[in-house]
């Protein structure tokens, strides 16, 4: 699973929802678009964001949407992560248009104990010969797709606002989740805390036990994580 990259492509939008916070207050002193854009440019300081955070409504956070890029990704995490719609959009690497004959790469997960791993590749690989052989045999991408292994690796962008974002990081977080998922969602959470940790710290984000208590009720793990719990700790201990 070590690589599995993602990368923020445009963090820059938190400040836009700054700016919706100012537009509240401050519609008395905006009467020209030359008085917006002094009120756009203006940093958010941390306490700034604090506040924004700690409003009992999502609305100025959803104005704001982050775009993030993952590469390396199964397409397990892929059917997983799609099941968050509201608000959040994707964009994929396709079966139905790529063709990747002899370009199969596998996720294999920490399960896979060291001996079996060469099995549990074998199997993949086995499956997208299977593939070539289908497309050789004139057998469209589309088609010949279905027998590819939910452990091939792809490309994926996700976009959505930091409300949505503080929820999928919440609920995929959790131990509940395969350990790929919990990874990927923790490099998110690290990514994000680093570009703006007064949004994205473990008192807004992170698992929901650091928040409280578990959402999951009888289905919970019942090993909550520590209140100083961060990125790191999850990706440290899903990665062993």
């Not at 199997?123 to 279905?146: Q, S």
Request: proline share 5%; hydrophobic share 40%; charged share 20%.
């Amino acid at each position: 699973m070590r690589n599995i990259e993602i990368r923020v492509l445009n963090p820059d939008q938190i400040a836009d929802a700054a700016t919706a916070a100012r537009l509240t207050q401050r519609g008395h002193a905006i009467r020209s678009m030359s008085d917006f854009n002094a009120l756009y440019d203006r940093a958010a300081s941390d306490t700034f964001i604090e506040h924004l955070t700690a409003l009992p409504h999502p609305t100025l956070q959803k104005l704001a949407v982050i775009n993030v890029a993952l590469v390396g990704v199964s397409r397990r995490f892929l059917a997983q992560i799609t099941r968050h719609q509201n608000e959040v959009k994707f964009t994929s690497s396709s079966l139905q248009y790529s063709d990747y004959t002899g370009a199969g790469d596998f996720v294999v997960p920490p399960g896979v104990a060291e001996e079996t791993r060469s099995r549990y590749v074998a199997a993949c690989t086995c499956a997208m010969d299977e593939y070539a052989a289908l497309i050789a045999a004139g057998v469209d991408n589309d088609t010949a797709g279905y027998v590819a292994p939910q452990a091939l690796r792809g490309a994926l962008i996700i976009s959505a606002t930091p409300y949505q974002w503080k929820h999928m990081i919440g609920q995929r977080t959790c131990r509940r989740n395969t350990p790929e998922i919990r990874y990927v969602m923790s490099l998110i959470w690290k990514g994000m805390y680093n570009i703006a940790p007064a949004l994205f710290s473990s008192q807004t984000t992170g698992p929901f036990c650091l928040r409280g208590k578990c959402l999951e009720g009888q289905m919970s793990c019942r090993k909550s994580y520590e209140a100083a719990a961060t990125p790191q700790t999850i990706l440290d201990e899903v990665i062993l």
